[in-house]
């Protein structure tokens, strides 16, 4: 019986990603400001974080930047809510993988 719980979730969790990826690609291909977002989120992403100094003012320069265009501040709100909420989605199937692979073990 747990067979089937794990095979189940574990066809979420793959449908999961790769839905994630189809609407995050078509999100990027009909909104410009989207492929601004992942841009700005590239530049974010060039200064490592354990360059603390470096890092802080890379990431006021990168704040600065965002409030002198609200438009593509908002699309990089809209692309990383998007993200974190495939990322939750995925996480969820996850771990019902895991539960279902080990209720046998420990259930």
Excluded at 23 to 38: C, F, I, T, W
Excluded at 79 to 91: D, I, Y
Excluded at 100 to 105: D, E, M, Q, V
Aim: proline fraction near 4%; hydrophobic fraction near 55%; glycine fraction near 4%.
């Amino acid at each position: 019986m747990w067979f089937w719980g794990f095979l189940a979730s574990g066809m979420a969790l793959v449908g999961t990603v790769v839905q994630a990826r189809s609407a995050l690609a078509e999100l990027v291909e009909r909104d410009p400001l989207a492929r601004s977002a992942l841009a700005v989120d590239e530049f974010a992403r060039e200064v490592p974080r354990w360059r603390l100094v470096s890092w802080l003012r890379h990431r006021r320069l990168l704040e600065q930047l965002k409030t002198e265009s609200p438009a593509e501040a908002s699309a990089y709100r809209r692309v990383w809510a998007a993200v974190w909420a495939w990322s939750l989605l995925a996480t969820s199937a996850l771990v019902a993988s895991i539960g279902a692979l080990l209720t046998p073990i420990f259930g």
